[in-house]
């Protein structure tokens, strides 16, 4: 089975670091980093990926049939995400036990969703 | 001390969960403390109803892995310095003890966490020691290593639980009885006992690969256990290019899992897949693994067969495939790992590089050899390239006898599907 882990951080836009050099200073990137490895070590990594901060972003909503565009940040957005890691897993309890050993700051929450596999799809022919 | 709270009501599945994510490393860390890979796994199953006992109050530890290893040494010293007392009685009584390694000289303080990688090494390298048999090593590996439960097992092998009970007990009673060592194989034992791990490895992947749709998902999870354990093992040992090359095999091969079987259950042929349903992201991974495979030097029989896959997972439609590369990689897996088979599916890539003629003069020398006996590969490839050639009556008969030749009621039905479409 498998699992996107969505992070979703507390930090909010003004506190982003936007250049990846900052980033990387940031103890809580090595910390990450370590966290990353671990994943990998045991297996169970299968992507990761980090965002660029919605500042750079756009907002793409939906209404009368129409899309219409807003350029980030989005400073109404209660949630806005930081990034995902892909993970294998043989149960949820497992994927959430992976989730729950993320270096993460006060605040940050993680979703654990899991993937649909296409043969989900493939009963309903 | 506050612990993490199993905010579920079946708190042994949140553990069951922890359990599979530590069992390797803390039965690999137990071992090398007593040198007994059945008393290791002995200790840390205590251990594990402990926590099973204590972690729905307690909560889950900050570290799980920390407190289930803390927990299991300490029973290990106790049980030790009790066997230790009791040899010293037997000596006191003139009796002594053929023990190659007495229990003083176990370094207790030795249970330093370093060197976990080695641990886990020693374990899997002795889960799949070549003294046991391939159906043995596959479950002590995915007992132990794996940190899969005996039910899991038994269901991901068709096979009852007292079965794999048994197999793991008897594997263990072996083990002892011939005190292997735990240890990483050196110099010339490395090869043999690194192709016994591969080996095995490559038998749960098959396991899961070969299982139908709609046969209990644990069946097809096995891929994922193989590629677990294959992926640890190519961080273990990163400079071992045949394991990246195994691993790049199961990635690619897994890739495909999601266009293998059409709406009805049926089979798919490679070259009939759907290859939007082919999973990018084990492509990726297998490419990257190959190509670490392929920066360390020769390619071995492994990595030459991720390297075929490969071609297939690099080409976005059938008609795109390197078939002259294809014939070229099949050459090279024939000079080092010859088989009838190799040679049958390097002919098939012949017939789709240089055309059928060359490729039945292949296939012919091998009905000749009848090195393939009534494998029914044989006649269904010889069908196809005589009806390529459009000599149709003989690619019937070919098609007819490959019916007689299996079981499979999903192949006769293509086979017998192919001999309509000749009209």
Redesign the interface.
């Known amino acids: 089975m498998r699992f996107m882990m969505i992070m979703i951080p507390a930090v909010s836009e003004e506190d982003w670091p936007s250049d990846p050099a900052e980033m990387a200073e940031l103890p809580e990137f090595t910390a990450m980093g370590k966290y990353n490895d671990e994943l990998n070590k045991a297996g169970v990594l299968l992507a990761l990926d980090g965002l660029q901060p919605s500042s750079k972003g756009a907002r793409v909503a939906f209404a009368g049939g129409k899309p219409s565009v807003t350029d980030g940040p989005f400073t109404e957005a209660k949630e806005v995400i930081g990034g995902y890691w892909l993970i294998q897993a043989r149960s949820k309890e497992e994927a959430v036990e992976w989730a729950s050993r993320c270096p993460a700051n006060d605040g940050d929450v993680i979703e654990v969703r899991q993937v649909f596999e296409m043969s989900d799809f493939d009963g309903a022919a | 001390m506050g612990g993490?709270a199993p905010n579920?009501v079946d708190a042994g599945?949140?553990i069951?969960?922890?359990w599979?994510?530590e069992s390797a490393r803390v039965v690999g860390g137990l071992a090398r403390i007593v040198h007994d890979v059945g008393w290791a796994e002995d200790l840390a199953q205590d251990a594990l109803l402990a926590a099973l006992e204590q972690w729905p109050q307690s909560g889950?530890p900050d570290n799980p892995g920390a407190w289930l290893m803390a927990t299991a040494k300490h029973r290990a010293i106790d049980q030790l310095r009790r066997r230790q007392m009791a040899e010293r009685r037997h000596d006191e009584l003139g009796r002594r003890q053929e023990r190659e390694r007495s229990t003083s000289e176990v370094d207790l303080a030795a249970a330093a966490d370093d060197d976990i990688g080695d641990d886990m090494l020693s374990l899997l390298f002795a889960t799949c020691h070549p003294m046991l048999s391939a159906q043995a090593r596959a479950a002590l590996t995915l007992r132990l290593f794996g940190g899969l439960t005996t039910p899991e097992i038994a269901r991901a092998f068709l096979v009852s639980e007292a079965t794999v009970a048994q197999r793991v007990v008897r594997a263990k009673r072996t083990l002892a009885e011939a005190r292997v060592p735990l240890e990483v194989p050196t110099g010339t034992e490395l090869a043999p006992r690194l192709a016994s791990v591969l080996e095995v490895i490559y038998l749960i992947f098959n396991e899961g690969y070969s299982a139908t749709?709609g046969e209990d998902w644990m069946r097809p999870?096995l891929c994922?256990?193989a590629?677990?354990?294959?992926?640890?093992l190519a961080?273990l040992l990163p400079a071992e290019p045949e394991v990246h090359g195994l691993v790049a095999l199961m990635e690619i091969q897994a890739s495909r899992s999601?266009a293998r079987?059409g709406?009805n259950g049926e089979p798919v042929l490679l070259l009939d897949q759907d290859r939007s349903?082919w999973d990018r992201?084990?492509i990726r991974?297998g490419l990257q693994a190959l190509a670490r495979a392929e920066q360390l030097g020769m390619l071995g029989p492994y990595a030459l067969q991720a390297a075929i896959a490969a071609c297939h997972a690099r080409a976005v439609t059938a008609d795109q495939t390197d078939w002259g590369r294809i014939v070229a990689l099949y050459d090279a897996l024939a000079q080092i790992s010859p088989s009838p088979v190799v040679e049958l599916n390097r002919a098939v890539a012949v017939s789709m590089a240089y055309g059928p003629e060359a490729a039945l003069e292949l296939v012919d020398r091998l009905v000749d050899d009848n090195a393939l006996g009534d494998y029914h590969l044989l006649p269904s490839v010889r069908a196809d390239l005589l009806a390529r050639l459009g000599r149709v009556d003989e690619a019937r008969a070919e098609l007819e006898r490959a019916v007689t030749l299996t079981q499979n009621e999903s192949e006769r039905r293509m086979l017998h599907q192919r001999s309509a479409d000749l009209e």
């Open positions: 993490r579920r599945r949140a069951e969960a922890v599979r994510i889950i749709a999870a994922e256990d590629l677990r354990v294959g992926r640890i961080q999601r079987v709406p349903r992201v084990l991974r």
